[in-house]
């Protein structure tokens, strides 16, 4: 089956720096997102990574191994915006899109 | 301002109604989606249409039908409502349905089923 995982929650100070862990298994692989997504809104692209290594993007970086079936976020100079929920996302054979849970990010003064 | 619109925000209804959640994109955007988010669940699909006149089944299609007439609108239509459709359904788009293209979303409908 397709699985993606990510940690439920994690909590982190503003002004820190924090790492989202995504782990995949999916029948093909066409590319991985990470989206946010605020409480009660919709996701919102954060990132693109269909090639190993860093994409940095201002205060986001998306790192990828393909051959690991990992990637993560990392969020930089924490601020209490950043506060929401950050889904994993797979592009798979049929183009589709297989999604994690999310994982909840906590920011504390 | 471009993007996409659902209707209604949110919506209780009662179990065997018949339903249907609107979907409409102003960025010319061939191919559109329905979601469902369920809490603790990663967003589930429904359906799909890669272009206009075409359509196809998702993870989870079952009480739930769509069509496609023109580039812009995207219905998603309940037939016979069962209390375990109560979720957040999502609506998105993307250029094209493979490569880097990124989806965007509507801002959600909240449904109950009673």
């Known amino acids: 089956g397709q699985n993606i995982d990510q940690p439920t929650e994690m909590t982190a100070t503003e002004g820190a720096i924090v790492q989202i862990n995504c782990t995949y298994q999916t029948s093909g692989f066409n590319g991985l997102f990470w989206y946010q997504q605020h409480a009660g809104e919709a996701p919102t692209f954060l990132s693109y990574n269909v090639l190993d290594g860093l994409e940095e993007k201002g205060r986001f970086s998306s790192f990828l191994s393909r051959s690991k079936g990992y990637s993560y976020l990392l969020l930089k100079e924490l601020q209490m915006k950043d506060s929401a929920s950050y889904l994993c996302a797979v592009k798979d054979s049929n183009y589709q899109l297989i999604w994690g849970a999310g994982t909840k990010l906590i920011i504390k003064p | 301002i471009a993007g996409i619109t659902q209707a209604p925000t949110s919506q209780i209804l009662a179990a065997g109604r018949r339903m249907t959640l609107r979907c409409t994109q102003d960025?010319?955007?061939?191919?559109m989606y329905w979601y469902r988010q369920d809490l603790g669940l990663g967003l589930r699909l429904i359906h799909y249409s890669n272009t206009a006149g075409t359509t196809g089944k998702g993870e989870v299609p079952d009480g739930y039908s769509v069509s496609r007439a023109n580039t812009d609108d995207f219905p998603l239509t309940l037939a016979s409502a069962v209390p375990s459709q109560t979720s957040v359904y999502f609506c998105a788009s993307s250029e094209v349905s493979g490569g880097a293209y990124e989806q965007y979303f509507g801002p959600g409908t909240r449904l109950t089923v009673t």
């Open positions: 960025m010319r955007h061939n191919a």
